[in-house]
């Protein structure tokens, strides 16, 4: 079984930095996709994703966050990160982790239906 739990989050002020992480039990990073995505609460809009990374060590970014945000995997901690440096107002969302069993197309990471695993989610503020 597949348990996903982010940690990390906090209130920030604009320009700021903060790390996510991501304790995972039970994926397999040799066959897995992940992803961080993020949803402001109070929102029907759908989940965006800010950050996946793949089995073969692939990222891809959401154009908004390119730049200043990177996501990387520590397969012996069994731990995902985000590190976010210069933070914006409009970063301030829930951000939740994400894994998909299987190998995930390029064409589909941006997906929140590709995943099927997520963590509960860690909120991020940030101030202006």
């Known amino acids: 079984q597949v348990h996903l739990v982010e940690s990390g989050g906090g209130s920030v002020q604009a320009g700021g930095s903060l790390r996510l992480s991501c304790a995972t039990l039970?994926?397999?990073?040799?066959?897995?996709?992940m992803a961080w995505f993020r949803q402001i609460p109070g929102q029907e809009r759908e989940r965006e994703m800010v950050?996946?990374?793949?089995?073969?060590?692939?990222?891809t970014y959401a154009n908004s966050v390119k730049g200043r945000f990177t996501m990387s995997k520590d397969s012996a901690k069994n731990t995902l990160y985000l590190n976010m440096d210069s933070l914006k107002p409009e970063d301030t969302a829930m951000y939740y982790c994400?894994?998909?069993?299987?190998?995930?197309?390029?064409?589909?990471?941006?997906?929140?239906?590709?995943?099927?695993?997520w963590g509960q989610g860690t909120q991020v503020t940030v101030s202006s």
């Open positions: 994400a894994s998909s069993p299987e190998w995930v197309l390029r064409s589909r990471l941006g997906l929140s239906t590709s995943y099927t695993y």
């Open positions: 950050a996946t990374l793949r089995r073969d060590d692939s990222t």
């Open positions: 039970g994926v397999d990073y040799s066959r897995s996709s």
